[in-house]
């Protein structure tokens, strides 16, 4: 696991000789179904070990040490017919017997998979190099596995098409460790994307809580749960949450949007939700219509948000990430707003510079703290610098999570300093609910802008301007 980047490099460049594959979506898809497979196979020799009555949902033809583990074992059109014509059709269509739990959660992922290879003799090369140079063997192993997915991340430059993007790791970090989430508490992602969030809540949870017992083990296992309507995020993060101990993830393959507002009952809320719901999309039609008409919107961050609200129970905590247009929106927006003042105690924004979100998108985006159950006496914000010397994030120089020793140092002792400041809601009322306020405490001298700089702010208020006339057109429509 010492060269990761070049193991996933060697192997794309591997793929790209296939006349099957077209394009980084569909290398990503590919490797992804194999390594759940290799990742599954690994985990179900530590259960076989631990567990003398464990019997695989797989059946034993189809187990990755039966057909892929021989480097000398079938190749060519051998091996393309078995995995397309045995292996795919069998799993997609999983009987499940014994462990179902296990066998769903394979099934689940199997469903929207696809094999795109065409030559058989390549599709062996691809997996006896991943046989050879990714080995899983210590917990180490495991845990610098979440270094393949951001390498497969970057690489999938069209990430940020329809409003998703990559979450750095700095930031699903910070969040996690200032909501501490505990040990028997329910947590929900319900967009969670390749579980980078929840990867952090395990992390958080057994770092500061040792969970040490088969009890402990499970209850973390039951308390960690996401939602990912889209297929290969949805496999990448069942893998990533196997990886990370948890047996048999609880990881929806779903869209909690298509859900009415009614079919939410008190046994369905959760203690905590962390997340960075989609921004800058739009749902389909129809969806708006199972939420209450003051919230019906078709702009994803906004009817993510009125839902996380609507599933906290009275004392749940959330962070999540939101765009700047969020802050300044109307209309639906200024509604969500309103709720959230009224049934939540909104205590903490933060306040990203440019650039967290690159290469993938521009927007400038906020951190959101709350409790649910009680109103809003006071907003505390938070502007986040740039580190001393950089004037921009960017893909290869992205946020720290060292950066965020400033607002950790004064998380618990408030005071008011060159980069925070307080709003009460009534103030927040008063400005009909927009929580877009500049840090009046800024010392910083006039900053003379360069042309490259004054683009940048041309662009980034074209955006700004784009979110609010769509916010108008539904308004009027």
């Known amino acids: 696991m010492s060269n990761l980047t070049s193991t996933i490099k060697s192997i794309q460049d591997i793929m790209r000789k296939d006349a099957g594959v077209d394009g980084d979506a569909q290398r990503i898809s590919q490797l992804g179904w194999m390594l ?46 078995f995995v397309n014509n045995s292996l795919f ?93 505990k040990l028997g508490e329910v947590v929900l992602d319900p967009a969670c994307g390749t579980a980078g969030f929840l990867t952090n809540v395990i992390d958080y949870i057994e770092t500061h809580q040792k969970v040490k017992t088969l009890e402990q083990r499970q209850q973390l296992q039951n308390c960690i749960t996401g939602v990912e309507k889209k297929p290969l995020p949805h496999m990448l993060a069942t893998t990533n949450l196997i990886l990370h101990g948890i047996e048999v993830p609880v990881i929806q393959h779903d869209n909690l949007l298509n859900r009415s507002w009614t079919e939410w009952s008190n046994k369905h809320r959760v203690d905590v939700i962390v997340t960075n719901p989609p921004f800058g999309g739009m749902e389909e039609d129809g969806v708006e219509n199972n939420f209450p008409a003051q919230y019906r919107t078709r702009e994803t961050a906004n009817l993510f948000m009125s839902l996380v609200i609507h599933l906290l129970k009275d004392g749940g905590r959330c962070g999540l990430v939101l765009p700047d247009g969020f802050l300044f ?127 940048d702010l041309l662009g980034q208020s074209f955006v700004q301007s784009n979110q609010l006339l769509k916010q108008l057109k539904e308004e009027l429509v």
């Open 89 to 181: 059709p069998r799993l997609k269509d999983l009987k499940l017997k014994g462990n179902k739990d296990a066998g769903l959660m394979v099934k689940q992922v199997f469903e929207d998979s696809y094999n795109y290879m065409k030559s058989g003799t390549l599709l062996r090369q691809v997996i006896n190099k991943i046989n050879s140079d990714i080995q899983l063997t210590s917990k180490s192993d495991r845990h610098q596995f979440n270094d393949i997915y951001e390498q497969i991340l970057r690489d999938l430059q069209s990430a940020g098409n329809a409003g998703e993007f990559y979450t750095p790791r700095a930031v699903t970090q910070f969040i996690v460790e200032m909501i501490a989430p």
């Open 36 to 81: 759940f497979l290799k990742i599954f196979d690994t985990k179900e020799e530590d259960w076989e070990i631990t567990n003398d009555n464990y019997k695989s949902p797989i059946p034993k033809d189809l187990r990755w040490r039966e057909w892929a583990a021989d480097e000398e074992g079938m190749t060519g059109d051998e091996l393309l017919g």
């Open 329 to 455: 929106g109307e209309g639906v927006a200024t509604r969500i707003k309103e709720s959230l003042l009224e049934k939540c105690n909104l205590h903490s924004i933060v306040r990203l510079p440019n650039g967290v979100f690159a290469p993938y998108t521009g927007i400038k985006t906020n951190l959101l703290f709350f409790t649910k159950g009680g109103p809003t006496k006071d907003v505390w914000y938070f502007e986040h610098p740039y580190p001393h010397g950089v004037k921009n994030y960017n893909k290869t120089k992205p946020i720290n999570i060292k950066e965020f020793d400033l607002e950790k140092a004064w998380w618990n002792n408030r005071q008011e300093n060159a980069y925070a400041w307080k709003v009460s809601a009534e103030e927040l009322k008063k400005r009909n609910y927009n929580f877009d306020i500049k840090n009046p405490n800024s010392t910083e001298a006039q900053h003379q802008y360069t042309s490259n700089e004054l683009i």
